[in-house]
């Protein structure tokens, strides 16, 4: 199976829909971190639904999906920027047991943030963590945050994820008024099993066989790091030479490990030289405002 996102129209009823299932890129987060497994369902639930809203924002840039929690969870985080490229890393401390979303994080927050290409000032919402599971506590923070009715079914076994989202578009005059409850009805008929086995067309085709439904062409999602040599030697120098520096004198190297991918970064007295070198008078002009 591939990684696709499936956009879905109901063409006679204001809704629309997507569909998302990830093997490979719910298994390039899972691999680089030795994540308890129901701290890995959680992950591949979230990578989900985050692919989901992604699709459903008309904004350039990137959304981020936070759960913060006070349980042996303390934070999850998946990242969908543009094209479709997620990543997703997590921390937790201690045993991490099976059970509902509030077991593992107990009291917490669900926050998004919209981070815009263009550097231009983000936007967050946040509301309490009040839902039992990653997808009500979508719906929670979609009817309380943006007042659009959404609706979500996730799953997530030893392999791959999967997401189904419906959403009410603004009302059209002669729209069927019937339509949402309906179709709400048909779509949470979904089994987990068909979610993550059946093939997006196939799915889409045994849940709303008697709606005129209109499908577009599936878009790949796959998994990419953002980190770069550029942004930990930013990082660094945020840091400051002389903290920097007596690391270096300590352990001969600093070394930073990208929590996202893992991939380590690693600089030495030669390297941190140059981090700290003077900004020639010339490009410091460059970028002044
Ligand atoms: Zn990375």
Same mark, same amino acid.
């Given at each position: 199976m591939s990684d696709t996102l499936q956009r879905f129209l109901f063409e006679h009823a204001p809704i629309r829909g997507e569909f998302v299932q990830l093997s490979a890129t719910w298994q390039a987060v899972t691999e680089r971190h030795d994540y308890p497994p129901p701290l890995r369902r959680a992950l591949g639930e979230l990578m989900a639904a985050g692919a989901l809203l992604a699709a459903t924002l008309k904004f350039d840039g990137r959304v981020l999906l936070q759960l913060q929690g006070s349980?042996?969870?303390k934070l999850i985080v998946v990242e969908c920027a543009a094209g479709n490229a997620l990543r997703a890393t997590a921390k937790w401390e201690g045993d991490v047991t099976d059970g509902n979303l509030r077991t593992l994080l107990g009291d917490g927050r669900f926050a998004i943030s919209l981070l815009p290409d263009s550097g231009q000032q983000g936007y967050q919402g946040i509301v309490d963590l009040?839902? /039992?599971?990653i997808a009500a506590a979508l719906e929670h923070y979609m009817a309380a945050s943006e007042q659009i009715e959404t609706r979500l079914w996730l799953a997530c076994d030893g392999h791959r994820a999967a997401g189904l989202l419906i959403q009410k578009l603004p009302e059209s005059g002669?729209? /069927?008024? /019937?339509?949402w409850p309906r179709i709400g009805h048909l779509a949470g008929t979904v089994q987990p099993l068909e979610l993550l086995g059946l093939a997006p067309q196939i799915l889409l085709r045994r849940l709303f066989h008697e709606e005129d439904l209109r499908v577009f062409e599936p878009k790949p999602v796959y998994f990419r790091c953002s980190c770069s040599t550029e942004r930990v030697t930013g990082m660094l120098r945020m840091l400051g030479r002389d903290e920097v520096h007596s690391v270096i004198a300590e352990r001969g190297e600093v070394e930073v490990r990208c929590e996202f991918c893992n991939r380590r970064y690693a600089f030495d007295a030669v390297d941190s030289e140059q981090i700290f070198a003077p900004v020639p008078p010339a490009s410091a002009d460059s970028t002044r405002h």
């Open positions: 349980g042996p969870v009040e839902a /039992d599971s002669d729209a /069927d008024l /019937d339509a």
